[in-house]
């Protein structure tokens, strides 16, 4: 299975920008989609940003405007730009890929540990 590691996440002021990294042990473009996800405190966790194998990009709601979601495949890295950042941004940041056999199968892909972002006001 392959693994992730997201990076990057940190403190910072409300307006403030932050660029998470998640690099992928193998090849990414074996993934139909790389997303971003996050989990605030007593909340679930929702998917914020998604790019496919061809470059489309998905966005909540929530961060369209602010976030962009881009990906590096000769280092197998996906990044999420973030920007103007927001208390309500405050979470840790998960990324997951999906492969074509998983999406078939209905099963969630593979998740790496997490990143904490913490915004403050």
């Known amino acids: 299975q392959v693994q992730l590691v997201e990076s990057g996440g940190g403190l910072v002021q409300a307006g403030g920008s932050l660029r998470l990294s998640c690099a992928a042990s193998?090849?990414?473009?074996?993934?139909?989609?790389m997303d971003w996800y996050r989990q605030a405190p007593g909340k679930q966790r929702e998917l914020a940003a998604r790019i496919n194998r061809g470059g489309g990009t998905n966005y909540a709601d929530s961060v369209k405007g602010r976030f962009t979601i881009s990906r590096d495949n000769f280092k197998d890295t996906v990044y999420l730009q973030m920007n103007s950042l927001k208390p309500e941004d405050t979470a840790v940041y998960y990324c997951?890929?999906?492969?074509?056999?998983?999406?078939?199968?209905?099963?969630?892909?593979?998740w790496g540990k997490g990143t904490q972002v913490t915004v403050s006001s």
């Open positions: 997951n890929a999906l492969t074509q056999e998983e999406y078939r199968e209905g099963v969630s892909g593979s």
């Open positions: 193998e090849n990414i473009n074996k993934f139909i989609t």
